[in-house]
């Protein structure tokens, strides 16, 4: 039995590095065989085939920043409304609990029949980069609510006794006490957010569109780095060269997202360490 | 006055707060108000047909849902009986059997499989398993691609939360179990796991909810032919890969009847994690 | 007992009382969470510009005592208070009384320092500007200057409240609550967690108090309470009602050379507790 579970375990365990190490070299090898960085600068040029991607990393930059101008202040709002209001509105705060756990359990591609009909039909907005960030905005909200939240909920104790023994209101201490202490989290969630939207297909196909010209607005269709790999694929014969490269930038924003978010962890526990 | 102004200060922020908090309450509300409303057409004019027509032909005024739910349903089940021993194996590896310095990196392998988009899975099983699948059985589109790339995206569901779990009551219990010489195959199997049934369950149905959910993936491998399957070798579609695919294209009816399938997503994973947390409170009233 | 080192202490036992004038009267004051009783019916009159110090064994209710006096105990869903607190003949339950103003007037310095996350002078600001104060450096200055803390931290007053040492920063937190001007001061065992060249500091602060402030005292260490105390109430848990008591209240110099109780004879004595 002990034998037969370290092997088991083992054996999980090395398929598991064995494919992963197997998918990413794959990636890399054939995108760097023809990778050259005018590749980052270059617009598409027949259907993605030849050129590069430059228009397709502005229009997700724009996506993602719409994203987070949105989920900044309204997912800290929520988190301290969750963490601080629980006494005084336990019904509503109950409430938001569960829509928050449905929200994150909501597939991306329900998000993105969602997202088509509210913002691009109803309100009029078109396959927009208002359209598409404002989907991933509700669709990465949970995320960084319980990111955030988990955050303000490790404050010591005594930071909410004192300010309540010195009579300071719940406006002074929420402002100059929590959300200071919070910022961090804001910051770790924000990252985590991003790498959550940055995966993101499925709900930005029918919101943001697929249109792989430079946007020269945010009204403007705009196709995400996601959405190029996958009409490179399966729209467009003779697009694997490209599709590999740009799974590559994917990959590697990604791994940039994930170091930066154990940076800010690590750089975060040594100063409150000292404080 | 002072003391007004005080009262409205904080009065304002409580207030905006709370409506900040509902807003997400209200996109809840939204989500289903306008899926189930852009759906209501096609449920008005079609109704049972959706699960009595001869078979998916949008065009033609046929919609019958039923091989694209069964599509649904055997990819993620598949996936889950792969991606449960994987989940649980690499969780007891991590907890138990990897020496200090590589119990970190692997977690962070994990953590990497969790944090890849589903369109590289879909686009790496495309290039390389679709083709190796090809050689054993044509076409390599199929069910099977599906189920194994499915796999490796929803194990680290079962990975991560096992090993939130493992590590409170091994620090109650595992000491214990080591002093009175058991091994540690024992304690996994004879005390940890047994503790824990409600957890493994709740992390399943979870990780069944993203399966059925995924899109882009199952999309790229599964061949996307509207056929209920009669081996793993047969390519399917599933309910979401189905609504990508035609979105683009439908128009009136054919629209509603794609919402329809989405509300039948939303609805089955609200069901399941309506489940997952019957679950669990069951287990918190146990203790 | 070393004359210099404590010039205070003029004879054994304590100064006498500033002035006897009750400042807080305890009426029937009973507290339990949710079905535990913590103590029942307290009468005690506290009385001005004294340092009425509280002593007994852990666990019979004094920090709950004490924190029913600034309604801080209202922290704890489960409290249930009942009876009466008069502060200068009002009661501090009434629902007109601003809840902010009554613990500006009635401080705290818990055991534990501690300081906000800001930065030192903030410590005292944030408070003071939520009062509206005017004068703000003024009085941040007179209260660190009165806790002796303002030669320490004059050339650090941005620097982060939390890279003070201990008994630094006990010393700031009772700043902070005395820059608010209050009339009462509850202590909550200030010197439990600092060493003896910072309780000793802490002691001759509260002697410098004296007088100005009404002061209540929790504390662990008998030799403590006789060396700053002009009156003390001795707490003691009724094992078979289960509830917290006052056993003995009087001068320090009679609790601690003539208790009449024979607990508490025990328990000045080293006997019990």
Known sequence: MERMTKFLAWLSAGILLLILVLMVQDIFVNSLRHFDFSFLSQDPLSGGRKGGIFPIIISTLLILGVCMIVIVPMGLGTALFLSEYSDEHPKVVHIVRKALEILSGVPSIVFGLFGNALFCVFLGFGFSIWSGGLTLAIMSMPLFIRTVEEGIRTIPKNYRLVPLSLGLGRTTTIRSIIIPYALPFVIVGGVLSIGRSLAETAALIFTSGYVDRMPESLSDSGRALSIHIYDLTMNVPGGDTNAYKTAMVLIVLIFITNGLFTIVLKTWYKKRIIL | ?287 | MNQNKYPWVKELGCKPCCELKPKIKIKNLSLSYGKRQIFEDINLEINTGCVTGIIGPSACGKSSFISCLNRMIEVVPSAKVSGDVLIDGKSIFDSRLDLNELRKKVGIVFQEPTPLPLSIESNIILPLKEHKFDHISERVEKALRDVGLWNEVKNILKEPANYLSGGQKQRLCMARTIALGPEIILMDEPCSSLDPISTDVVEKLIHDLKGKYTIIIITHNLAQARRVCDFVATFWYDGEKEIGQIIEFGRCIDIFENPKNKIVQDYVGGLKG
């Open chain 2, 1 to 287: 006055m002072y003391q007004l102004t005080k009262k409205n200060k904080d009065f304002i922020l409580e207030s905006v707060l709370t409506i900040n908090g509902l807003f997400s309450a209200i996109a809840v509300g939204l989500i289903f108000i306008f899926v189930t409303r852009e759906s209501l057409p096609a449920i008005h004019l079609k109704g049972w047909a959706f699960f009595i027509d001869k078979s998916w032909y949008p065009l033609e005024g046929q919609f019958n849902v039923l091989p694209m739910i069964a599509g649904t349903i055997f990819v993620s089940l598949g996936a889950l009986i792969l991606a449960s021993p994987l989940g649980l194996f690499s969780a007891i590896f991590i907890s138990f059997y990897a020496h200090g310095s590589l119990a970190w990196p692997f977690r962070r392998v994990v953590e990497l499989y969790a944090g890849l988009p589903s369109v590289i899975f879909g686009f790496w099983g495309l290039m390389k398993l679709v083709p190796m699948l090809n050689e054993i059985r044509p076409p390599g589109q199929s069910l099977l691609a599906g189920i194994l790339i499915l796999a490796l995206m929803i194990f680290p569901i079962i990975t991560l939360n096992l090993m939130a779990n493992f590590r409170p009551s091994s620090k109650k219990y595992y000491r214990v179990a080591l002093s009175l010489g058991m091994r540690k195959s024992t304690y996994i199997w004879s005390i940890l796991l047994p503790s824990l049934k409600q957890q493994i369950v709740g992390a399943m149905i979870l990780a069944l909810g993203r399966a059925m959910g995924e899109t882009m993936a199952v999309l790229m491998v599964c061949g996307n032919i509207v056929k209920m399957p009669t081996s793993i070798f047969d390519p399917i579609r599933t309910l979401t890969a189905n609504i990508a695919l035609e979105m683009a294209y439908a128009m009136n009816e054919h629209r509603s009847a794609l919402f329809f399938t989405g509300l039948i997503l939303f609805l089955l994973i609200f069901v399941l994690i309506s489940v997952a947390d019957f679950w669990r409170r069951h287990e918190s009233w146990k203790e």
